[in-house]
């Protein structure tokens, strides 16, 4: 698996008079609602898998789950209780509420990015000023 790392759209272009041919694509970059690689694929049976991140779907009667309701319900059941507490007057709640929710938020977050960089470390390349 050959993972591409994300440039800048300015950069992208620049790169393109080196990689005037076609090949295997060696960098990315996202314009509007397209991802743009270069060098261009010179094959038509290239395959390649993206991870993409999403709005949380709303939970209606239509939809009454969602992927973090089946993943992670206790989110839900501690942001529920920390948004009815001031409504029912209960504020010595609110603390025990609000740490319960914002641990399992977190937790949530680490877990996706390990899933998506697992425990190597960042790297941001910058453009060069000029």
């Known amino acids: 698996m050959i993972v591409l790392p994300h440039i800048l759209y300015e950069q992208l272009d620049k790169l393109r008079r080196t990689y005037t041919s076609g090949g295997t694509p060696k960098f990315y ?3 509007g609602q397209e991802l743009e690689v270069l060098p261009v694929p010179d094959s038509a049976t290239l395959t390649g ?6 709005k949380i779907p709303n939970l209606t009667d239509a939809n009454p789950t969602n992927w973090l309701m089946n993943s992670s319900p206790d989110i839900y059941l ?3 209780l920390l948004q009815s ?6 504020d010595s709640r609110i603390a ?3 740490s319960l929710y914002q641990k399992l938020v977190k937790d949530l977050e680490i877990a996706d990015q390990k899933a998506r960089v697992g425990d190597s ?8 000023l000029q």
């Open 121 to 128: 470390t960042l790297r941001i390349k910058a453009p060069a």
């Open 85 to 90: 507490a001031p409504y029912l007057v209960d």
């Open 78 to 80: 501690y942001g529920t």
């Open 29 to 31: 970059t996202i314009v």
């Open 96 to 98: 025990v509420w609000s």
């Open 49 to 54: 898998e993206v991870t993409y991140y999403s």
